[in-house]
């Protein structure tokens, strides 16, 4: 149970209170970034041997640089800033970077293999003002595909457990050639007992899509979902994305990227993200209000067997916002075959006063409790309407 709230928990019930400005946010307008990935380092200290990300020679973006690509995201509209690489924690003034993205009001996260985490280090990440940090796990020994490896990492998840003010979330992996398939529910296990959120992931070929799974994977992963508590929108993802993927059948969906997620590369241009680099390859000073439009509905011919995750979970803000109800039966499906969908609690109060009643003017009653709410969480409207 969650004391009251004070130091730690205080920290902790003020992110939840700036993820869902971004969440009401990003449902009230699509003509913003919900979240970018910038990176200040291309080099990397491993060599995952699925990996398309790294280099071994780059030197860090001067910090000048990465401090004016904030800025320029923040007028764009950016609401989450997370910052990748390569590996992050190389570059010397991360922790610089890190204040920039909260001084322009943004949330800060980072991905990281997190090798050189010290306690000393997670404090500067706490005092930098750091929100979310992920460690992608990828098996319990370290072998020649992947050294990202429990064994490896153990002593930094306590360290995180006794030190980190901020979120942590451990992501598992299933596919892609890791050769021991089971790993996957030892990690989630090991980051459950230690309190950290979890998610699982499915590697992705170089161009960011994906084989069926394997017998073997597929057991596994159906065991992670049983025993893991999945947050909100991971418990919707998998049901919505994951379900298809690790059949090897395609997602209709809209894939946001260049309008919702920009993937800002260490030159500094917008590509639509990691695995689809070279389009639209735009400098970010030249990115404007009517490229984010345009991205929002151009097709992607990758997007059927897209792994991209975090594309995805953008892109489930805006299957809400542009069709509330038929969304939620699919994100949150009924227990029993014609009921109503199986809403989280939190979700339930949020549709109840954010969303129109079939069609129906809302009661006085819920227009007051509406405009109170968006008043609270900073929305720039009193009538509760979206801008379309
Ligand atoms: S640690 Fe991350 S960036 Fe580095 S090689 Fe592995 S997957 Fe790529
Ligand atoms: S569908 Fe979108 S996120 Fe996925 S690979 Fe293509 S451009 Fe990237």
């Known amino acids: 149970m969650r004391l009251a709230p004070t130091g730690k928990n205080l920290r902790f019930y003020q992110r939840r209170f700036r993820q869902a400005r971004m969440v009401a946010r990003a449902i009230q ?19 995952c041997s699925y990996c398309n990300e790294y280099d071994k020679v780059s ?8 401090l004016r690509r904030i800025e ?3 007028r764009l509209g950016t609401q989450i800033i997370t910052i990748s690489g390569g590996e992050p924690l190389l570059h010397p003034e991360l922790d610089e970077i890190i204040r920039g993205i909260r001084a322009q009001g943004a949330i800060a996260t980072i ?9 000393e280090r997670i404090a500067r990440l706490n005092r930098a003002g750091l929100e979310q940090l992920q460690i992608s796990i990828d098996n319990v020994n370290p072998d020649e ?52 959120e979890t998610t699982v992931g499915v590697i992705h070929d170089h161009g960011g899509q994906l084989d069926p799974l394997k017998a073997a994977e597929r057991s596994v992963y159906d065991q992670i979902l ?18 298809n993927l690790i059949q090897g059948l395609p997602n209709e969906w809209q894939c946001g990227a260049g309008s919702r997620y920009l993937y800002i590369c ?4 917008v590509h639509y993200c990691s695995q689809q680099r070279g389009y639209p390859a735009i400098p970010l000073e030249q990115y404007t209000r009517e490229d984010i439009d345009r991205e929002y ?57 954010f969303l129109p009643e079939n069609g129906r003017e809302a009661s006085g009653a819920r227009r007051l409790v509406r405009r109170a709410a968006m008043r609270v969480l900073g929305l720039r409207r009193g009538d509760g309407g979206t801008q379309r």
């Open 29 to 47: 307008s699509k003509h913003h970034p919900v979240l970018a990935h910038i990176i200040p380092m291309r080099r990397c200290n491993l060599s």
């Open 59 to 66: 030197e860090p973006v001067a910090t000048g640089e990465m």
């Open 72 to 74: 320029l995201l923040a």
């Open 111 to 119: 991905i990281t293999n997190g090798y050189l985490l010290t306690p």
């Open 145 to 196: 595909v992947s050294k990202k490896s429990l064994k490896v990492l153990d002593k930094k998840l306590e360290w995180l457990k006794e030190y980190a003010d901020f979120d942590v979330n451990i992501n598992s992996v299933v596919g892609g050639g890791i050769t021991h398939p089971e790993d996957a529910l030892t990690i989630t296990r090991r980051a459950v007992e230690l309190g950290f």
């Open 226 to 243: 049983a025993e893991r508590k999945p947050g909100l929108f991971a418990f919707a993802y998998d049901n919505l994305f994951h379900r």
């Open 266 to 269: 260490e030159d500094g241009l």
């Open 297 to 353: 509905s151009t097709k992607k011919e990758c997007a059927p067997f897209c792994t991209v995750s975090c594309v995805h979970r953008v892109a489930m803000i805006d299957m809400i916002r542009n069709q509330p109800r038929e969304s939620l039966f699919r994100l949150f499906p009924p227990e029993q075959p014609g009921g109503p969908p199986s809403l989280p609690p939190s979700v339930r109060l949020a549709t109840s006063i």
